[in-house]
């Protein structure tokens, strides 16, 4: 049974500590060819990786490839087995594999290749970057504002294979168990499936999601969730995750509200913003804000859906890439199937295994061999050199074969690209971007927060922020010119003697200066202000805040943060117009 696999007696193997990988200049990748087109995109995008390498390091590093079987080449290998032990080991003890598409055997019973890879190995991410590469058809009008990275969650949700036929003796129990003893009611004869989220597994996605945006500078995370129908298991995930970020990202990462209500829409620098969108919503923002998203942390039903959508606004899975990981190991992968009517006929597009590639180059951190591949790959589509499926679509452009595909862009590769330029140019753009995006955030705050997608929820969402604060000595007359100036109905005043905050509104200088007939430059505002302060906490839900209104018989508060200092003030009338729009978040 086993003896097909032999490590190249020249490389060495990486290794893993603390979580880090360990890369020697010299290691042994896994690959599997797979079935189908596999061996042809294989073939031509190996050929480009090597190229990359050598090029970036001048022949310092060097990847020993050692080939590893799955699929139809397993089954001829290994008596039938098309997924033996031997490889199952290997891919476990090489950390870092790819592998082209494999054929779902038919008949006997048989689970898809792909999803025993990944519960077997407990690849518990699937992670896919999707962006926009120059050159590459897209239906949409600024496709570059595409460059996510979604990570989906791989083993939970109703994925996880608890599922009851309608008619079967286990539905039937099932059923009654729900009506009888829990109270459910639903449709006779329903088919009937389980959803687990649980704590450890979303933990684990999101503690991932949350590592790569440090590691990558990306600018937020966002947790993508049906929480608002499905309180337990997708409403969990959410909790979940801002959990997490909060308990082992406290330096690194903010919330989004946080970004509003203390520092009043600009990102601090280096700081990943943990954000939420509700699943439906995300589709529509994708296609629209595309910009405003980063990371993306989806369950796995909705990060299935997504990720395909996602990348059909930038090329298809044709060219999309992917990996799965557990902890420590890694398996990248075609995203596409294996297209067998078009195998061994050195036809169809690459793209999808050779991002996985550049995916994987950078997971080793070979940064300039991955950058040296994007970018010889755009300068190629760009002059219109591309396989059949891209013809298709592309006006005057040149077809060629998988195999002159690679050729082109090896070419690109040995012709002296000026790397640092293009990666100059890329940071420029996106730097560029975040500003424009940071300046809307700043200048109006709650239109920016809602075309962006979130509904408001908490009293911070909602706050007027920088509220204007005024010294306890400060005349009525003053403090009333200061009102109209900033065109604000409120003024907070400062402690005096009494050691109190107090608020100062504009029907408090009618009712207790106007109507009594006093001059407004003979009194302090001190003596005027409502005292003490009625204060909300920023993370209140709206709700609570209108509850704590209603009993204190006020129209506004002022919001504080930890340190009791007033960082905003909050109306009913903000209260009403968000409830009105939004109705009343849970
Ligand atoms: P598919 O193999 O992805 O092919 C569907 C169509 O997508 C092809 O006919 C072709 O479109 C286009 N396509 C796929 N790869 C392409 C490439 N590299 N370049 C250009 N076009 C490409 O899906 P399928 O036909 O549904 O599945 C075939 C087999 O693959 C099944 O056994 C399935 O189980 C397996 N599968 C494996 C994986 C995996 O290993 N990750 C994933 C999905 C499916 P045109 O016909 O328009 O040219």
Redesign the pocket.
Known sequence: MTGHITYPTSGEKITAKDGKLQVPDNPILGFVE????GPD?TRASMRIWDAAVEKAYNGKRKVHWCELYMGEKAAGLYDGNYFPEETKAALNDLLVSI??????P?GGGFR???VSLRQELDLYACVRPVRHYAGVPSPLKKPEDVDVVIFRENTEDVYAGIEYQSGSEENRKLAAFLRNEMGASFFEDAGLGVKPISEFGTKRLVRKAIQYAIDNNRESVTLVHKGNIMKFTEGAFRSWGYELAREEFPEQTITEEELYSTYGGKRPEGKVVIKDRIADIIFQMMLLRPNEFDVLATMNLNGDYLSDAVAAEVG???IAPGANMSDNVAVF??????????ANQD???????LFSGVMMLEHIGWQEAADLITAAYQEVVTSRIV???FARQIEGATEVKTSQFADAIIAQIQGGMNIEEFRARREEAIEKDRKVRELRRVSSPLEEMIASGRIPHTVGDLMNPSPISVPPETTVEDAMHLMREKSISSVITRPGADGQWGIMTQRDVISRIVSKNRAPASVKVDEVASKPLVTVPVDMTLHECAEKMSNSNIRRCAVIDKDQEPIGIISDTDIFASVEQFGLPE
């Open positions: 797979g079935d189908g087109i995109i592998k082209g598409p494999l054929t779902t038919v898809s290749l792909n298809g899975v044709g992968e075609a995203t596409h199937g294996t297209a067998p009517k078009y036809k169809v597009n690459p793209g999808s295994l396989t059949y499926d």
